[in-house]
């Protein structure tokens, strides 16, 4: 702005579904070099015994209370490379997406749409969803 350049910002409300993206989020884990102990520690299963059966193992597909810090962490982790293939600036914030272009002139403004395209196609790829209610525009 203070070269007299305008700003577009598009801040888009992006929420997942762990229940959905619980395998997904293990692959992520796995391959982004953390330590196999959280990996299965976050891929847990349980058992429950009901007067003196034990039954038997099932894999936990849920369970991350929302709003929790290791919700937070394992929903960075989750979209992590929400940032490829963008050429837009992008920021993740607290359950936001922050995506903005410098606004020079028509291609600038058609690169930005190309950018939102390419994230409403990782969204649908990844399981996750766009709220439009909670999403806003920004021009300066």
């Known amino acids: 702005m203070d070269e007299g350049v305008g700003i577009d910002a598009i801040i888009i409300d992006v929420s997942q579904d762990f229940d959905l993206v619980h395998d997904r989020l293990h692959t992520e884990l796995a391959v982004s070099g953390v330590d196999s102990r959280v990996v299965v520690w976050v891929s847990r299963t349980q058992r429950v015994r009901v007067g003196g059966q034990l039954y038997k193992e099932v894999k936990v597909i849920s369970g991350v209370a929302q709003g929790s810090i290791l919700g937070q962490l394992l929903s960075l982790v989750y979209v992590n490379d929400i940032w490829r293939n963008i050429d837009s600036s992008i920021k993740l914030l607290d359950g936001d997406c922050i995506i903005y272009r410098k606004i020079t002139n028509k291609n600038d ?8 395209d390419t994230l409403g196609e ?9 709220n439009p209610g909670k999403s806003k525009t920004i021009r300066c």
């Open 109 to 116: 403004i058609e690169k930005l749409q190309k950018d939102l």
């Open 122 to 130: 990782w969204a649908v790829e990844n399981w996750m969803k766009i």
